[in-house]
């Protein structure tokens, strides 16, 4: 069974959907978690209350991730209360505005870049910097999507910004190797989150979206996070600069048929 005893996990995106279920799993596992969030404090207090009371460690941190004094804030805080931190799971994101690029405007498809791609940017530079100076190990696990190799008609915002965090993986991989720093991305296909309130709500549409599922069904919250935790583990130790999918087989099916 993977152990996160005396590692301290940054996850970001952490008061709803995969980053929450992530914060929560990794606290259970032993770690100290700082819930970063953005405008949701009720969630996130709840998250660490849950967590504290079970014996685990946890604070809840604020923060737009497009924010570079922001960010920096959070790993002041979390070296304040824990210590330099060892796993960094990018996990905050939007979606797709579902709008077509000749009808997008440049500041929605801007804001989606910096939410998607430069916040893990600037998530994972702080984590670097941090790590460097204290000559530490660690993992940085970030929170793709099949649509970095899936494109979308009317997701050109979602799909650029997927396709840019996994070459930012790759290339962070190829610079932290020696550092003994790994960097990976996790790509979940159809995960019942707030993303897919739609579904979550309605039998029907859910049972239109899984059809090009070979299994059939949605993902859950809590398989993606067993996932990062074999990422954040030591049994991961050699991986590095890869794509994990968890889609039920959606990227293999979907030339079948054709």
Request: glycine share 10%; net charge negative.
């Amino acid at each position: 069974m993977a152990k996160l005893n005396n590692h301290i996990a940054v996850v970001t995106g952490a008061s709803s959907g995969i980053g929450k279920a992530i914060a929560e799993l990794f606290a259970r596992k032993g770690a100290a978690v700082v819930v970063v969030h953005h405008d949701h404090p009720e969630d996130a207090d709840a998250i660490v209350e849950a967590i504290i009371k079970t014996g685990g460690r946890a604070i809840a941190v604020a923060a737009d991730v497009r924010c570079e004094d922001q960010v920096d804030g959070v790993f002041e805080k979390t070296q304040a209360k824990f210590g330099t931190p060892t796993i960094l799971v990018n996990a905050a994101g939007v979606d797709a505005a579902g709008i077509a690029v000749a009808d997008m405007e440049r500041d929605h498809f801007e804001m989606v870049l910096q939410t998607n791609l430069v916040g893990p940017f600037l998530f994972c530079r702080a984590f670097v910097r941090g790590a460097k100076a204290s000559k530490s190990r660690g993992k940085i696990i970030n929170i793709s999507s099949v649509h970095e190799d899936i494109p979308r008609a009317g997701a050109a915002d979602y799909c650029a910004s997927k396709g840019g965090l996994r070459n930012l993986t790759r290339c962070l991989a190829l610079e932290l190797a020696e550092h003994g720093i790994t960097v990976n991305n996790l790509a979940p296909g159809m995960i019942l989150t707030p993303m897919n309130q739609d579904a979550i709500d309605d039998p029907g549409v859910r049972e239109e979206q899984v059809r090009s599922i070979p299994m059939k069904r949605a993902g859950r919250p809590e398989e993606v996070a067993e996932l990062a935790l074999y990422l954040a583990s030591d049994a991961s130790e050699y991986a590095t600069g890869a794509t994990f999918t968890l889609d039920g087989g959606l990227q293999i099916n979907l030339g079948q048929g054709a």
